[in-house]
């Protein structure tokens, strides 16, 4: 099994910028991707930016040139950098990852973004 660790969440205001970590371990050879989710209340889940064990990346239109996705194999832990934050990017981010047992999720991590 996996088991995602994420830290770094917090309140910024408008334009601001926050930086997320994803901590994995256990069997985190098998793991092809991974990637962060946002839910905001009323809202359904976003796949907001994804990374492939290739160094591919993903990330939603309504992130894209803000936020950037990337992987410190050393210490087994995904980044997602997130500049000019806007108000309409609170939500909780979840981590995940794919491996070959299937999907591991972390317990998501507060960002608020006042205006």
């Known amino acids: 099994q996996v088991q995602l660790v994420e830290s770094g969440g917090g309140l910024v205001q408008d334009g601001g910028s926050l930086r997320l970590s994803c901590a994995a371990s256990?069997?985190?050879?098998?793991?092809?991707?991974m990637g962060w989710v946002r839910q905001a209340p009323g809202k359904q889940r976003e796949l907001v930016a994804s990374?492939?064990?290739?160094?591919?990346?993903n990330y939603a239109d309504s992130v894209k040139g803000r936020f950037t996705i990337s992987r410190d194999n050393g210490k087994n832990t995904v980044i997602l950098q997130m500049n000019s934050l806007k108000p309409e990017d609170t939500a909780v981010y979840f981590c995940?990852?794919?491996?070959?047992?299937?999907?591991?999720w972390g317990q998501g991590t507060q960002v608020t973004v006042s205006s």
């Open positions: 256990g069997s985190i050879s098998g793991i092809n991707v």
């Open positions: 990374i492939y064990s290739s160094g591919d990346t």
């Open positions: 995940n990852a794919h491996y070959l047992g299937g999907w591991a």
